[in-house]
């Protein structure tokens, strides 16, 4: 008799577990909370659904134990992603290295896997909620398993496949419950926090600068040491500021704020002269000349955002009606280092409720990556979000879904797998 594999989750992760298993010969029950199975999978990438990334070398994962999540994509490439997508009838369309259903519709992704599992005869139970999961044995105990309790009843099985997500977005059904089926087990739980999500500041000049978007570079610095940086396109709102940049150091944000540090961040609207301030004032010099019957409050006009122009023209505590041809050395040299870095303290980040992922989850150092195994209950595995790997944007978080819900799914059925690195991180 082949084993039976009771898969927690029909969400990006849980959907490929379930795939998985039943190629790989195990009878497979899916139980999802919701009504429909991947709502936030239809979600993602603002409806299109990225879902992988062709770039791909193991550091856009954070994770306590950073060779782990390295080893789960390694097992499972891009290339992989795209080919079991492509024998499911989705075309992949490239956007830089970022992937996309050629359709450009997240729903898709989610159509496809729901059709895969239907044509393998996966059992699915929708608007079951899992309230609890425990060991169970025989009456002669010569067969080991799990007991699992839903408001639909319970189901029995010999291997379960944890794929709850995270936090993010609750309203999607991922809502930590998980957590606490993975603490039945005595797993260790890294605090979650928000990540991919925007940085409530303190500066009060957002009000100024709302709406306004500008190609600019951040910083994040914790407790004085730099923390992550990124570059691309901000965008100020009017407590804080948002746009991928702030979306990929957000992560570390979270971290540093729950566990009580100092965490600022560093602006630079004009990334390419940052080690040039020198230049940078003697450029002004030269637009002081340029321009010196016009009013400062047109100074920076054309060289930046005209919000961010304003905001920072406040800051610098220059008034605004003075002729620009009267701004003495030391109101340029002010321009100069708000322009390359304007610095603000992070009070907060955006809540679970509109942030794309979370840091944190079941710690991976209780997991055997190439299988996804519990180490601390035998048959017992995970895969997606509820564990402690959280990607940057760009399709890398749907990535480890797959990755770790391929893996989880085979080794869940055939007890002597492990998985085998395929592709070496350049
Ligand atoms: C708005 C948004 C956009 C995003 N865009 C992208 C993107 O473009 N690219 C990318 O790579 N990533 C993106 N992400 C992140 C990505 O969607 C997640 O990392 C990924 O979906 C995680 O998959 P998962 O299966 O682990 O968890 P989920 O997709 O959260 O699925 C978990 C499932 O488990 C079910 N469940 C939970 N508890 C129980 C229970 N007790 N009983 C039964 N069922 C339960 C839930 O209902 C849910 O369906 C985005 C996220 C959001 C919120």
Known sequence: MGRTVIV??????????AISASRSGAEVTLLEKNERLGKKLSQTGNGRGNYTNILLLGKEYRCNDPAFPSDIVRFFPPEKAISFFRELGVIPKFRGTYVYPASEQASCLTEALEEELR?????????????????RSDNNGSRQGFL???????FCGDAVILSTGGMAHPETGSDGGGYRLAACFKHTIVQPVPALTSLQCGGR?????AGARAEASICLEVDGSMAASDRGELQFTDYGISGIPAFQVSRFASRGLQI????????????????????????LKKRKSLLKDRPAKNFLMGFVNSHIAFALMQLAGIRMDKASGKLND???????????????????????????????GVSTREIIPGRMESKLKKNLFFAGEIVDVDGICGGYNLHFAWASGMIAGKAAACPSFSAKVTAQVP
């Open 148 to 154: 699992i309790h839903t408001n639909k009843g319970d």
């Open 205 to 209: 000049y957002y009000k100024e600068m």
């Open 330 to 360: 030391a109101e340029l040299s002010k321009l100069a280092g708000l322009l390359t870095d304007l610095t603000d303290n992070v009070i907060s980040v955006n809540p679970f409720s509109k942030s794309q992922c979370t840091a944190g």
């Open 8 to 17: 927690i989750g029909g969400g990006a992760a849980g959907l490929m577990a």
């Open 119 to 135: 044509r393998l005869g996966v059992r699915i139970i929708s608007k079951a909620n899992v309230l609890s999961a425990s060991p």
């Open 260 to 283: 009580g540090k100092d965490v600022k961040v560093h602006i630079s609207f004009l990334p390419d002269w940052e080690n040039c301030r020198g230049r940078l004032r003697d450029e």
